[in-house]
């Protein structure tokens, strides 16, 4: 069984660049949630997607938007980048919604560099 | 608005001690609590996680204690080991639409060899 893999681990972009992130999930897993932990803080949730749909955002402005394939792998795109964007970008997926019943499992995160 | 509290923000342990991380929460639709583990350049892994119908659970040398009146819970890691030294996440959801973690600050854990 693979688990959650991300694209790139690590990447620089410029203040106003765009940037896209890539995750496939674990095999058996159709749901996507996508987080942002800024140093030394917790995980905090930017959107997820269930069956290629959004299915729920957090406090995350509009530049911010997803996508999620029929394979159920996802892309994370930020537009207009800025210094706060800066961040590790982690992607977690569950089945069928119920994290709370399967466990979510994350990847390892795309840390990302605005300067 | 932070939802889930948690304390302390870093803490030093000898191996062989007692390690105690608490949280706190607000919303009271919040009815599942996981602690989650991270090491440096890995994301967060489910240590082990409850629901508000019992008051403990214990899974090895991990244990959960959870006060529903005082909106309270907490991570005590028995007969800490050097290999424990890690980031630990308390968080919560609703499970209500869509599920979505809630996630404290996080606490700094050293347990000292």
Redesign the interface.
């Known amino acids: 069984e693979t688990g959650v893999t991300q694209s790139p681990t690590h990447l620089i972009k410029t203040r106003g660049q765009q940037v896209t992130l890539r995750c496939s999930s674990q095999s058996g897993h159709n749901t996507v949630s996508w987080y942002q932990q800024a140093l030394g803080q917790g995980p905090q949730f930017i959107f997820q997607y269930y069956r290629e749909e959004e299915n729920g955002r957090g406090n995350f402005p509009p530049r911010f938007s997803g996508l999620q394939f029929p394979n159920y792998s996802s892309e994370l795109n930020v537009n207009a980048l800025e210094l706060d964007d800066s961040a590790l970008y982690l992607c977690a997926s569950s089945r069928d919604l119920a994290g709370e019943a399967y466990g979510y499992t994350f990847g390892s995160g795309t840390r990302l560099t605005v300067v | 608005q932070q939802q889930?509290k948690?304390s302390p923000q870093s803490l030093i342990v000898q191996k062989g001690g007692i390690s105690i991380i608490n949280c706190a929460y607000e919303n009271t639709a919040f009815?599942?609590f996981p602690w989650?583990q991270q090491f440096p350049?890995?994301?967060?892994?489910?240590l082990i996680?409850i629901r508000p119908d019992v008051s403990e659970k214990k899974e090895g040398r991990f244990t959960i204690s959870f006060n529903k009146s005082a909106k309270q819970f907490s991570l005590h890691i028995m007969d800490s080991q050097p290999g424990d030294s890690a980031t630990y996440?308390c968080?919560a959801?609703s499970?209500s639409?869509?599920?979505?973690?809630?996630?404290?600050?996080?606490t700094m854990l050293l347990v000292s060899p």
């Open positions: 889930v948690q009815d599942y989650y350049g890995k994301g967060p892994a489910l996680a996440f968080a959801s499970g639409g869509y599920s979505t973690l809630t996630f404290g600050k996080g």
